[in-house]
Every structure is written in structure tokens, then in C-alpha cells.
């Protein structure tokens, strides 16, 4: 009965995802968007913030489809890509600790610090696992008493309640040995350093959707009002994402620019109000985070409050944690194309020395990441 249920489950799921992937309909927004962008008065620079929709445009082929005035720059939204090089030694320093289990996501395993990655510290007997949901932290806690559990969390807005609930887990169950390295990083604030940027051409946004469903539209109001430009919150499917170019399209046409969802059958303005209240019981902003390739960036992240200080692994391993900031691998181009002046294609490293088996960068590492979005697609050249 359960196998019965599962498989009309299944079915249901892809007649409802099948409609947002048909190829009749992709086409015929295609030619809309040709059409439209005849009128254009100049060349349409989007930048797709989130990583997930870089991978929708390479891997159903949506570059291919555009005109030549519309250009796709592909943005900082992907947690692990702009982690800098020194929260991953911090990850590492606390991993190499005695009685400590370090925890966190899968991808964040292969990212490389200046000690190397996680995966190395694994193989010279480190304890890190990785998780699928934080709250599986919990069971890791509860069976190993007599040791420091470590969520080392990251993420944007998306994520960032799932953490909150999680140490709210910690405190209703009285554990006391499940600490958070917070790195939880927020969609704005990089936003205004790359369109303050004397090098941008980003002149309309694709706006993240995931991040959207927790805070609403709202968030990106005061961006558009600064510097009215269009804006779409995008759905991460290939209709979606066309739909979306469409509409920021004759935004710019019509000479009328504004803040639209398309993906308006989950995101609406205001967000999951009980979520964000969430984060606000336990998280506060920190006046300053490091971007991989973007620098400081003033109230750009979150950080536990002075009353959880009990349970930040920052405060509780301060003394072994080092706090020099890092420069990237000179050869790797991934802060440039965080910041949106260059592509994968732009480096010389690419799909070279610098691959998905031994990546150099972030961006190869990552599952979300426009190098490995690239290469798991097949623009190579």
C-alpha cells in the first residue's frame, strides 16, 4: 500500500514540476523574449543572484535561447562559494580539537581553506560529519555526551531558521554540548557592493526565490528604490526563469521598472513572519562579514546573541581560532566572478588545473557554483 502511495505520490510530482519544464512553452517565451527585446533601448545585464538559477539557465541550455542584448551574470548567491578562506580554517582549527565533532553540509567538505579542507582534516582523524537536516545535530549530541558537537552553519536567509530551531531544540532538551559556528550570511548587503561597483553592468536582477519564501519581497524594496531597477523574484524552473527574463524585459521597454514575483505561488511580500521571528530570538547582525571575493561587507551576516554566548563555538574556542583574513589562490578567478565581471570561461584555470575532481576555487566546489554549473554542462569553451 505504502509502495502504491509512493508511486502515485511521485506521479503527482512530476505532473506538477512537468508543466514548468515543457518545451513547447519554453520556446514560445523564447520567441516572446526575442521579439521584445528588439525594443530594448540597451543591452540587459541580469544578474541571477542565486546559484540555483545559474544552474537552471546551463542546464537546460536558457543562454542558448537569448538574444545577444540580454547577458546573464551570475551572482553571489551560493553559501559556500563566498565563504572566505578564514572561517574555513576556523571550521578546521575547531575540527582538529580534541573530544570535538564538527558538523555541517555536504559541499562545505571539499571547499579548500589555507590548512587545507575539511575532507583533509577527516583524513588526518578529524570527527566531521555532514549533515542532511541540522537537527539531526540533536541525535549526534545526545550520543556523545562527553563530547563538543560543532554546527558549523551556513547559509542565507533560506536556512538560517532552520538553525534557530535547531539551538531552540538544544535549549528545550538541556543540551549543553552542541555548540554553533554561525556564518549565516544575508541576500542584500552584497547586492548594494556589487551595484555600487564602478565596474558593475548589472542594471536588472533575478531575484532568489528560496530566500524570498522566508522573507518576502519586501527585502529587495529599499535595493529597487535606490536604483530603480527592474527586479523579478524568480521560480527556479525553466518556465519560471523565462517567464521571469520576460517580464524584467518589458519592464525596460515599457520604461517602467519595478519589484515583481513571478513566483508569486509561494512567495508573496512579507514572508514566513514566525520564521523571521525565529532567527530575531536568537541571531543579531554582525556590523561586519568577509565576503570570498567581495571583502568586508558591513551587516552582511548573522551572529548568535550575547545571551546564547554559551553555545557559540566562537566564544568557547576563541583562543585556538585564528582571525587573519585570507587572499584566494591568484590564479583562481572566482572572486571576480562572484562580483560579476568575469565567467568561469574567464579563467585560465578552468576545467584545467581546476576541476570538480581538484577544484581551486569555490565555485568548482560547490553544487550551487557557476564553474561547476559550467562544467557539469558542458561549457567548456
Known amino acids: 500500500m505504502k509502495k502504491n502511495m509512493s508511486i502515485h505520490s511521485t506521479k503527482n510530482s512530476a505532473f506538477l514540476i512537468n508543466s514548468f519544464r515543457d518545451k513547447n512553452t519554453i520556446l514560445a517565451l523564447a520567441e516572446k523574449i526575442v521579439i521584445e527585446s528588439k525594443k530594448l533601448p540597451h543591452d540587459l545585464y541580469m544578474m541571477e543572484v542565486c546559484g540555483g538559477h545559474t544552474h537552471t539557465l546551463m542546464k537546460y541550455g536558457l543562454t542558448k535561447l537569448l538574444p545577444k542584448n540580454i547577458h546573464c551574470i551570475h551572482g553571489p548567491g551560493c553559501p559556500v562559494c563566498i565563504m572566505p578562506k578564514n572561517r574555513?580554517?576556523?571550521?578546521?582549527?575547531?575540527?582538529?580539537?580534541?573530544?570535538?565533532?564538527?558538523?555541517?553540509?555536504?559541499?562545505?567538505?571539499?571547499?579548500?581553506?589555507?590548512?587545507?579542507?575539511?575532507?583533509?582534516?577527516?583524513?588526518?582523524?578529524?570527527?566531521?560529519?555532514?549533515?542532511?537536516?541540522?537537527?539531526?545535530?540533536?541525535?549526534?549530541?545526545?550520543?556523545?555526551?562527553?563530547?563538543?558537537?560543532?554546527?558549523?552553519?551556513?547559509?542565507?536567509?533560506?536556512?538560517?531558521?532552520m538553525t534557530a530551531a535547531l539551538l531552540q531544540k538544544a535549549i528545550e532538551l538541556k543540551i549543553n554540548n552542541l555548540f554553533f559556528h554561525i556564518n549565516h550570511v544575508l541576500v542584500p548587503p552584497p547586492l548594494y557592493t556589487i551595484l555600487d561597483s564602478k565596474d558593475t553592468k548589472v542594471n536588472s536582477l533575478i531575484a532568489p526565490s528560496h530566500v524570498s519564501v522566508i522573507t518576502g519581497s519586501k527585502?529587495?524594496?529599499?535595493?529597487?528604490?535606490?536604483?530603480?531597477?527592474?527586479?523579478?523574484?524568480?521560480?527556479?524552473?525553466?518556465?519560471?526563469?523565462?517567464?521571469?527574463?520576460?517580464?524584467?524585459?518589458?519592464?525596460?521597454?515599457?520604461?517602467?521598472?519595478?519589484?515583481?514575483?513571478?513566483?508569486?505561488?509561494?512567495?508573496?511580500?512579507?514572508?514566513?513572519?514566525?520564521?523571521?521571528?525565529?532567527?530575531?530570538?536568537?541571531?543579531?547582525?554582525?556590523?561586519?562579514?568577509?565576503?570570498?571575493?567581495?571583502?568586508?561587507?558591513?551587516?552582511?551576516?548573522?551572529?548568535?546573541?550575547?545571551?546564547?554566548?554559551?553555545?557559540?563555538?566562537?566564544?568557547?574556542?576563541?583562543?585556538?581560532?585564528?582571525?587573519?583574513?585570507?587572499?584566494?589562490?591568484?590564479?583562481?578567478?572566482?572572486?571576480?566572478?562572484?562580483?560579476?565581471?568575469?565567467?568561469?570561461?574567464?579563467?585560465?584555470?578552468?576545467?584545467?588545473?581546476?576541476?570538480?575532481?581538484?577544484?581551486?576555487?569555490?565555485?568548482?566546489?560547490?553544487s550551487e557554483g557557476a564553474c561547476a554549473a559550467y562544467y557539469k554542462y558542458g561549457y567548456t569553451n
Open 88 to 161: 574555513i580554517n576556523q571550521a578546521y582549527e575547531i575540527a582538529m580539537q580534541k573530544d570535538v565533532i564538527l558538523l555541517t553540509l555536504g559541499d562545505m567538505l571539499k571547499v579548500p581553506g589555507s590548512k587545507g579542507s575539511l575532507q583533509h582534516a577527516r583524513s588526518l582523524g578529524a570527527e566531521i560529519g555532514f549533515l542532511y537536516s541540522p537537527l539531526q545535530a540533536i541525535e549526534v549530541a545526545q550520543k556523545n555526551p562527553n563530547k563538543k558537537v560543532v554546527y558549523f552553519a551556513i547559509g542565507f536567509e533560506t536556512t538560517t531558521p
Open 219 to 366: 527585502i529587495y524594496e529599499p535595493i529597487f528604490e535606490k536604483y530603480q531597477i527592474p527586479i523579478v523574484v524568480s521560480g527556479f524552473e525553466p518556465v519560471d526563469m523565462m517567464q521571469s527574463i520576460l517580464m524584467l524585459v518589458q519592464q525596460v521597454v515599457n520604461n517602467t521598472p519595478k519589484l515583481e514575483i513571478q513566483y508569486s505561488r509561494v512567495v508573496n511580500t512579507n514572508g514566513n513572519l514566525k520564521a523571521q521571528k525565529l532567527v530575531k530570538t536568537f541571531m543579531e547582525t554582525r556590523e561586519e562579514f568577509q565576503w570570498r571575493g567581495l571583502g568586508n561587507i558591513p551587516y552582511s551576516a548573522l551572529r548568535l546573541k550575547k545571551e546564547f554566548a554559551k553555545y557559540d563555538a566562537e566564544i568557547i574556542f576563541d583562543s585556538i581560532l585564528s582571525k587573519e583574513n585570507i587572499q584566494d589562490n591568484r590564479a583562481c578567478r572566482c572572486g571576480d566572478i562572484l562580483r560579476g565581471i568575469a565567467k568561469p570561461l574567464d579563467c585560465k584555470v578552468f576545467g584545467k588545473s581546476c576541476t570538480p575532481q581538484n577544484p581551486l576555487g569555490s565555485c568548482m566546489v560547490s
